[in-house]
């Protein structure tokens, strides 16, 4: 079964930086894009950008153009998301999620990760 | 950007009734990639919806979604307990994919 699972809670200072994890298993890695989204306590949900595991091509939300880096490894099956220069309403949960191929559908996401930013 | 702008805020209903959520665009979604996601407490979000009007796997047959180009419905033909949470719709046919702001059914 498809499974996405997230690293665990972080906590960071103001300007320090947060690399997320999210390992696939259950389906063959580099057919399906990941999108990563985020939620701040409260609201509603943000798309960050979106990686092609095959190529490692990205697409970025221009609200994070030059904060955010999405990267993945093949051997690992794990797909990751650094965003740099964090201010306090970066706070928020980040989510995984797998791109559908034909559908294009966000069926299967990972778990969320906590990310506290904090002095 | 696609901008999707949900009604009401929240509903207030009681099991067995009939919920009915609206989503409108700014501009038209393209090949109605639109959404509709499920969410509770601490949770992360469960597609009910795609394509306006697929259902996803597994979900019941009382969530259905329907509409296009710029306004779309997702009803709930009889509220379980289960199905009170906050519903949230989604563009995906354009980049920057976008997210509307959400509906809360909660019970009267």
């Known amino acids: 079964q498809v499974r996405l699972v997230q690293s665990g809670a972080e906590v960071k200072k103001p300007g320090a930086a947060v690399k997320i994890s999210c390992k696939a298993s259950?389906?063959?890695?580099?057919?399906?894009?990941m999108h990563w989204m985020r939620q701040a306590p409260g609201q509603g949900l943000e798309w960050m950008g979106v990686i092609n595991p095959n190529t490692g091509s990205i697409s970025y939300s221009q609200r994070f153009q030059g904060r955010v880096t999405m990267t993945r490894d093949t051997s690992t099956t794990t797909v990751y998301m650094e965003l740099s220069s964090l201010r306090s309403d970066d706070s928020a949960v980040y989510f995984c999620?797998?791109?559908?191929?034909?559908?294009?559908?966000?069926?299967?996401w990972g778990q969320g990760t906590l990310v506290t930013v904090s002095s | 950007e696609i901008v999707l702008t949900q009604s009401p805020g929240t509903l207030s209903l009681s099991p067995g009734e009939r919920a009915t959520l609206s989503c409108r665009a700014n501009?038209?979604?393209?090949?109605?990639?639109l959404a509709w996601f499920q969410q509770k407490p601490g949770q992360a979000p469960r597609l009910l919806i795609y394509?306006?009007?697929s259902r996803a796997t597994d979900i019941p047959d009382r969530f259905s979604g329907s509409g296009s180009g710029t306004d779309f419905t997702l009803t709930i033909s009889r509220l379980e307990p289960e199905d009170f949470a906050v519903y949230y719709c989604?563009?995906?046919?354009?980049?920057?994919?976008?997210f509307g702001g959400g509906t809360r059914v909660d019970f009267k």
């Open positions: 501009e038209r979604v393209k090949n109605n990639y």
């Open positions: 394509g306006a009007s």
């Open positions: 989604h563009q995906y046919g354009d980049s920057p994919l976008t």
């Open positions: 999620a797998r791109r559908d191929r034909d559908t294009y559908r966000s069926e299967y």
């Open positions: 259950g389906y063959t890695f580099t057919t399906y894009y």
